[in-house]
């Protein structure tokens, strides 16, 4: 078989979907979890991305610390971009640091994720990592009384993990972090520039 053949049958191995963008049904796709939908950007916005990501996550970091800033300021900021957050988190310890953000005080969500993945390294890798997480919530808030009420809080969790089983079950999502940008999956910690390709 010459390797112009093999190439070709190769290729027919392959699913049409590694070839063909992934869209989905925006109105499904945009409607809120259990826990509503951290929103960032104007309702009435020419894009939406959304986003679902584990805060353990090292390639969801890669993306906060090097598109996230650009991003915000050059799209969400500016009216260009509504941006919804949604948890997938892929071990306890996610589920927990998304279990805080969802219960800071005076809706400080974004801080909160903010904050977890800058410190990524100080709680999500570590053997004990119940204080790390305990000092991170302190600087949006948290007492060590609604510390402990939020990760004892099952409801919360149940709705956690109802947030990732509807990212799994309805929209395909697999690994984080994984985007939906005007409805077209892009998984992987995407640059700015192959983010700007899907915008309108």
Known sequence: MGAAA???????LLPAAAFA???VDMAELLKPGP????????ENAPNTIVEYASLTCTHCKHFHDTT???LKQKYIDTGKVRFILRDFPLDPLASAGFMLAHAAPNDKFYPMVDL??????????????VPALFN???QVGFTQ?????ALKNQALLDAVNA?????AKDFGVDATPTFFINGVKQPGALTLEEIEKLLV
Not at 6 to 12: I, V
Not at 116 to 129: E, K, M, R, T
Not at 145 to 149: G, I, R
Not at 163 to 167: A, E, F, Q, V
């Open 145 to 149: 009384e609604t510390f402990e009420l």
């Open 136 to 138: 991170i919530a302190k």
């Open 163 to 167: 947030i990732k089983d509807r990212g």
């Open 68 to 70: 996230w800033p650009e």
């Open 35 to 42: 826990l509503g939908d951290q929103v960032l950007g104007p």
């Open 116 to 129: 977890l993945f800058d410190q990524q390294q100080n709680w999500a890798f570590v053997d004990n990592p």
């Open 21 to 23: 963008q992934t869209k």
């Open 6 to 12: 093999f190439g070709a049958s190769a290729l027919s």
